[in-house]
């Protein structure tokens, strides 16, 4: 009986080897699920819970699927957009695998998943780009303002820096591109988590034209500051002239007004004087008509003068004391 029970033990164990060492059991992952196989092709549901499992030993084979968000980097591509700018455009992709039994059966594998990816969301990807101008594929939103350089305000600069309005927008497009690639991808077992465009830039043969519009926008707007700060420094030089000739007429008026209160005032102290004491007033008329003579005479100067003027006074005044006569010519 003990023989018996030993060998029944035995046997058991012995199976229990064979089984394990001929793949019947097999584990999955918490990041894995798998589909089962069996002469190439599936049986059963996706097995999507981790831990131990059995299948049929070399009957069945075990085929791991990624359970994880996957990744997928699009190659830079040259597209033209709706204005005919050409520029190259890179992409990339976040995706699942949704229906694993559908995307084994189709794809197999990863590579093929790639592959698949490449084909359906670049074509998407130039699809979109193809409908839409150059701006709706840089600008992020259409409620999005721009910045704007301060020096442009309060001037009339036209078109320049004024960048046109969009009606999409990047956002709005990579959402298409995301709508339309899901649902051809549905069919291949895949769900497109996210896609964005990665980065744009203009293509070389374009970037000269490019910066040359630039160059060009600068340079008028850099005229118009020039025509601006040449009209404003006319408009403060003609202010100069206009102060200044405004300063110097209120001088010359000042100037005028105190002279001739000087004048009275001298005319009038003489006249006091004049009535106060003659003998003064004869002295003071004598010495104004020698200052006078010093102004008009000189060692050259030649007058001819009236015998009753009132500059010859004085001079037929004293030739008369000296030679007795009036009519003594004086030169």
Request: without cysteine.
């Amino acid at each position: 009986m003990i023989s018996k029970g030993v060998s029944a033990a035995a046997i058991a164990l012995l199976l229990l080897l064979v089984l394990v060492f001929s793949g019947a059991f097999y584990t999955i992952d918490q990041t894995e699920q798998a589909i089962i196989t069996q002469f190439g092709e599936p049986v059963g549901a996706p097995i999507t819970e981790p831990g131990l499992h059995f299948k049929i030993p070399f009957v069945q084979n075990v085929n791991l699927l990624d359970k994880r968000f996957l990744e997928w980097d699009g190659a830079p591509v040259a597209i033209p957009t709706r204005d005919k700018t050409y520029i190259h455009v890179e992409t990339f992709a976040r995706w699942r695998i949704e229906d694993p039994k559908t995307y084994f059966v189709r794809l197999r594998d990863e590579r093929s998943a790639q592959s698949r990816l490449e084909d359906i969301l670049g074509s998407e990807t130039r699809n979109a780009i193809a409908k839409h101008d150059l701006i709706e594929i840089v600008r992020t939103d259409k409620n999005r303002q721009p910045m704007r350089d301060e020096t442009l305000k309060g001037g009339p600069t036209g078109t320049i820096g004024v960048l046109p309005p969009i009606q999409v927008g990047r956002t709005k497009i990579e959402d298409e591109i995301k709508a339309a690639a899901a649902q051809k991808l549905s069919e291949f077992g895949i769900n497109v988590l996210d896609f964005r465009i990665k980065r744009v830039n203009y293509n070389p043969d374009v970037l000269d034209r490019i910066y040359q519009r630039m160059i060009s926008e600068r340079l008028q707007i850099a005229q118009r500051f020039r025509s601006e700060g040449e009209g404003e420094a006319a408009r403060i030089a003609g202010q100069r002239d206009r102060d200044l000739n405004e300063i110097q007429s209120n001088a010359y008026r000042r100037m005028q007004e105190i002279k001739g209160e000087a004048d009275a005032k001298a005319t009038e102290i003489y006249a006091r004087a004049y009535t106060q004491n003659r003998q003064a007033a004869e002295f003071y008329a004598f010495l104004k008509t020698l200052e006078t003579y010093q102004k008009i005479f000189t060692k050259d100067s030649t007058l001819v003068l009236s015998t009753d003027s009132d500059i010859l006074a004085l001079l037929k005044h004293a030739g008369a004391k000296t030679t007795g006569s009036a009519e003594n010519p004086v030169k």
